[in-house]
């Protein structure tokens, strides 16, 4: 690691933009580049091993077999590969990525998909079943957020949505709707987007597919949104600020009562990324957790992002976004009248649609009802109750904030990646986090499994003690991660990236 050393030696003492343009530069120099190169492939390799487990293991298709495959072979081979998977994620292993996960759960979902599994809601005629189920996700999930109470409050408030492939679509629609809007109502040909460093990258993908500025803007000490940074970053251009609620490197609850009367008072869109927690919040409320009002009960908040295949416990590839009315849920949407194919019209970026995961979400939906949902929260937070206390009791460790379920914690002591390291040895996938260095935990229903918060602590304890004792070991990802962490060359860490995601595709 050479090369990146240097320049991170010399690019650490260096303001960001004076490293990022100097970065620029010495990409140019000859050898530098294929300096460069040479090193992420070396990096890469490494890492291939893991991302390859089945190599000569399992048959392998870069192109078509001539005959087909028998049914019992292919159900075979992805049940022996199914197995050691399942393990980690149905024993609670995983931060996040399986929210319910009960094996009845799981099966009542798989039959729905078998029954659905052919429907697509682009043909309205064919399955007017699979609309209505997009209706009612839509309007439970609004209700849900208070849409009844906020027409209470704001007769014009009438609250509507779609339901999208997950998080970051409903995301990128949200934005693409205000950037729409402000362009056919305000004249804005170049809008830019207010929100926190903390704000879910999906924002900066809408940002780059729809051609509006970024401003990102600081948090305090206690991870929040910064309001008077916010105010200070509104331009004539501004046409909408972001709040997350929780968001997901810390699990913090942003200022959402505070953004959307800023963003209220200044005549601008304010979107609640309650991507996390729309299916956890209200039943924490109901709860009696202090949870401060993040939904449509704020007149400033006129879109939301909410997961059904997070919390809301769906299969995966379902979400909801909601709008305050319809006029402004008509910006979204797409129609062609001059082609050829006939009139065609679609809500959101696919055209063709999965029915059978939305027929899936509405069925979760109404089996869990309020009081499973409920219940569902109150074990969860229960548990991270008991996370929070244990994490505390290990002097070693810190809580960044003042977090609900999703606890991200560091160390003032010990390199936090090599305990995140040896967390992956004991089996554990935690999320590793940056600015500062930390590690997070999303705590799912598959950690209120008995013994499995005591396992977690455990572990965590020992993992600990392990980088105290042995303080010189090098290996593991906690290089890579210090790397990534604390090189200004941002460059090089995104080409990183990109041959990061090269490599999962090869065959
Ligand atoms: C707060 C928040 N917003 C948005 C997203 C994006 O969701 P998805 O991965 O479903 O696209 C996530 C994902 O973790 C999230 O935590």
Redesign the pocket.
């Known amino acids: 690691m050479d090369i990146t050393k240097l320049l991170n030696t010399l690019g650490g003492k260096l303001p960001r933009p004076v490293a990022r343009s100097l970065e620029a530069g010495m990409q140019k120099i000859p050898g530098v580049k294929q300096k460069l190169d040479a090193e992420y492939s070396r990096l890469l390799e490494e890492l291939e091993p893991d991302l390859k487990p089945y190599r000569g293991k399992a048959p392998e298709f870069a192109s078509l077999p001539q005959q087909g495959m028998s049914r019992e072979e292919i159900l075979d081979l992805m049940r022996r590969l199914d197995e050691p998977e399942e393990k980690r994620w149905k024993e609670g292993y995983a931060s ?1 990525a399986v929210y319910h996960g009960d094996q009845k759960h799981v099966e009542f979902i798989n039959e729905i998909y078998a029954l659905n599994s052919q429907s697509n809601p682009l043909h309205a005629d064919l399955w007017p079943s699979t609309i209505k189920y997009e209706a009612e996700v839509v309007a439970m999930t609004a209700d849900m957020l208070s849409a009844r109470e906020a027409r209470r409050i704001d007769p014009t408030a009438q609250v509507c949505g779609v339901v999208t492939s ?6 990128l629609m949200a934005m693409k709707t205000y950037r729409d809007r402000a362009r056919k109502e305000r004249g804005i040909t170049r809008p830019e987007m207010v929100l926190p460093v903390t ?2 990258p ?1 924002f900066d993908k809408a940002a780059q597919y729809f051609g509006i500025k970024p401003i990102r803007t600081p948090v305090g000490p206690d991870f929040r949104a910064d309001v008077e940074a916010m105010e200070k970053a509104i331009t004539k251009n501004t046409i909408v600020l972001v709040g ?1 609620a ?3 490197p810390h699990g913090i609850m942003d200022p959402i009562p505070e953004m959307s009367d800023l963003a209220h008072k200044r005549g601008i869109g304010f979107h609640t ?5 729309g299916f956890v919040l209200p039943w924490a409320e109901k709860l009696g957790y202090p949870v401060p009002v993040f939904d449509f009960r704020l007149p400033g908040v006129t879109s939301m ?1 909410v ?1 059904t ?2 919390y809301g416990y769906a299969a995966k590839g379902t ?1 909801v976004v909601l709008y305050r009315n319809p006029e402004l849920r008509r910006y979204q949407y797409f129609a062609a009248t001059d082609w050829p194919g006939g009139l065609y019209a679609s809500p959101s970026i696919s055209g063709s649609r999965p029915g059978g995961l939305i027929a899936v979400c509405w069925a979760v939906m109404v089996k869990m009802g309020v009081d499973g949902y409920l219940e569902a929260t109150r074990l969860i937070m229960k548990t991270a109750e008991r996370i929070k206390q244990g994490i505390n009791e290990i002097p070693e460790l810190r809580i960044l904030g003042d977090p609900l379920w999703i606890i991200a914690f560091t160390s003032d002591e010990l390199d936090i990646y090599r305990v995140l390291d040896a967390m992956s040895g004991r089996g554990w996938s935690l999320n590793g986090l940056q600015y500062p260095p930390a590690v997070h935990i999303a705590l799912t229903l598959r950690h209120t499994q008995p013994g499995v918060a005591e396992r977690f602590l455990k572990d965590l304890r020992d993992s600990v003690d392990y980088v105290k004792k042995h303080p010189e070991e090098r290996g593991g990802m906690a290089p890579v991660y210090g790397m990534a962490a604390s090189l200004p060359f941002r460059g090089m860490v995104d080409g990183l990236l990109r041959r990061y995601l090269d490599l999962l595709y090869k065959v």
Not at 273 to 277: E, K, Q, R, T, Y
Request: charged fraction near 15%; glycine fraction near 20%; charge should be negative.
């Open positions: 996040g997950g998080g970051t679509e409903s995301i704000a879910h999906a997350s929780p968001g997901y990324d309650a991507c996390l927690g992002s997961d295949h997070k979400s």
